[in-house]
């Protein structure tokens, strides 16, 4: 069904705000209970449909967008009054008979300060039922855009750009700290959401239609995020635009990584959601540096999982409502016989943040952290950023004070009352949970960096100390300090 949200005015969109009062994420959770909640979030229905039969407002919006239940004329009009001719001939609502049901989802959403609403399609497949995807489909929220909103650094800044905005829901938290917003996707309807979703939330966005950097060529950003339609897949089979694009394999990654170079201000930042093929002629980390290099931008890449290829078949073929259907054997055999065809090994999805310092030597990190993470990793982004600016300021990092990670903790082993750990460890808080494994001189060096002793002064100290050589011991452990910096251990000073 057209959606048709641009054509609401503006007195209807506020009209339509003001219905909506107070159904926030919060208020529907206590409206289902905890139950009702996560079984709602587990794509079950039915715990909702028995909390919700008081007939007020609340209980009513969450039957009809969240649980996607037909609901009585009487109670939408209750809820709507006169609006509600506008929103189903704008497509929000259908309404048959004595009958009133969603079309799209107007669904609560927020952060740590904010209550938003998001205009997006309708969750597929609840209560089981079995629903192949229109190819248009506009996504909401999805584990993917939280984890991208949880990457994306937050600085006040300029000029942010939403590529593949979908929804919108990337906007609205660039938006809370950028003084200018454009978001752009390919989808047309994917565009009149993004706009009823900025309208709803009295937030200005300039949302723009067409492919990639397109809508803003020869524009420069301090910040983009982006979570764009990565999935590989055989190219002649179904292509759902919030997840496939025209391009081959991972070229789209490709694509916005060497694209973002050409539109990010100076300091700015890209941060991309995003998944890589494997190929056993090529390890992983040469193929993304090989696509990082040419940008000559500081890049940390972190790849967060590998997912093997019956796994990845499986999710996506899931993902697009087939799992169950007489074809499903079919298709998932084509996926796997595609994917021989291409030599491609395995899938890896994860993390890319590039940022543009204008260094003559790039910073480039690459890695697999599929350990825990201490969120957002926007902060851990801004901080690793910090510390290589530090280290390149540096000439000799031995001169210069180091401080220790507000966020470490030591944790040491030992036998039950031993005077002594056999073993000490330091773990970080904030961004990859890292742990080191310290030996007497880098606890000792990791303990006195309080930001004005030098790294060089503690390990004279410590030689004096265990009766060890001043030049040996600066020598062992100079490359050690430089990768407690980079791991995060030792900060600059203040
Ligand atoms: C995975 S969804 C991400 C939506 C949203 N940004 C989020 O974080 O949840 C990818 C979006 O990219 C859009 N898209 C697809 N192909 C595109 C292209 N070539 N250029 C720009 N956007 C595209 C899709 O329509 C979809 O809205």
Not at 192 to 221: C, H
Request: net charge negative; with cysteine; charged share 25%.
């Amino acid at each position: 069904m057209t959606f048709a949200g641009d054509e609401l005015t503006g007195a209807q969109v506020a009209a339509l705000r003001e219905r909506l009062d107070g159904f926030t994420v919060d208020a529907v959770h206590a409206v289902l209970g905890d139950d009702a909640w996560y079984a709602l979030a587990r794509g079950e229905t039915t715990p909702g449909r028995l909390a919700t039969t008081s007939g007020d407002r609340l209980s009513t919006l969450i039957r009809l967008f969240q649980l996607q239940a037909v609901v009585d004329r009487s109670a939408a009009e209750a809820v709507f009054g006169e609006l509600l001719g506008a929103i189903a001939s704008a497509g929000v609502v259908v309404c048959s008979g004595d009958e009133v049901r969603a079309a799209v989802d107007i669904r609560p959403y927020g952060d740590e300060g904010h209550d938003w609403w998001v205009v997006c399609d309708l969750t597929p497949g609840l209560d089981g039922r079995l629903a192949p995807m229109d190819p248009a489909y506009v996504l909401g929220i999805s584990e993917a855009s939280s984890s991208l909103a949880q990457l994306t650094s937050r600085r006040e800044v300029g000029r942010a750009l939403d590529l593949g905005t979908g929804c919108g829901v990337q906007s609205l938290h660039l938006a809370t700290r950028s003084a200018r917003v454009v978001a752009t996707d390919v989808n047309p309807r994917a565009l009149a959401m993004a706009r009823l979703t900025a309208r709803l939330n009295e937030v200005d966005i300039d949302v723009r239609e067409g492919s990639l950097f397109e809508p803003v060529a020869g524009e420069r950003f301090d910040l983009i995020a982006t979570n764009p339609p990565f999935v590989v897949s055989p190219p002649d089979g179904e292509r759902l635009v919030y997840r496939e694009t025209e391009f081959p394999g991972d070229d789209v990654v490709r694509r916005v990584v060497q694209g973002a170079n050409g539109h990010l201000r100076e300091d700015g930042w890209c941060h991309i959601l995003a998944a890589w093929i494997h190929t056993d002629d090529e390890p992983w980390q040469e193929r993304l540096a090989r696509w990082i290099e040419p940008t000559g931008l500081d890049a940390w890449v972190v790849q967060r999982e590998r997912a093997d290829l019956a796994t990845y078949a499986e999710m996506w073929l899931a993902d697009g409502g087939h799992k169950g259907a007489p074809d499903y054997p079919k298709r998932y055999e084509r996926w796997l016989r595609w994917f021989a065809e291409q030599r491609i090994d395995a899938m890896g999805f994860g993390w890319i943040s590039l940022r543009r310092a204008e260094r003559e030597v790039p910073a480039v990190r690459i890695e697999e952290w599929t350990g825990e993470v201490g969120q957002p990793m926007g902060a851990a982004a801004l901080a690793w950023a910090g510390r290589t600016d530090a280290l390149e300021r540096s000439d000799d990092i031995l001169d210069t004070a180091w401080q220790l990670a507000p966020d470490a903790t030591q944790i040491t082993y030992g036998g039950v009352g031993a005077e002594d750990p056999a073993a000490i460890t330091v773990r970080l808080e904030h961004g990859p949970r890292r742990s080191a494994r310290l030996d007497t001189i880098e606890t000792g060096l990791l303990s006195a960096s309080d930001g004005e002793l030098t790294a060089g002064q503690i390990l004279d100290a410590l030689a004096t100390l265990l009766g060890q050589d001043r030049a040996e011991l600066r020598a062992t452990y100079a490359p050690v300090v430089r990768e407690l910096i980079a791991d995060g251990f030792l900060h600059p000073a203040g």
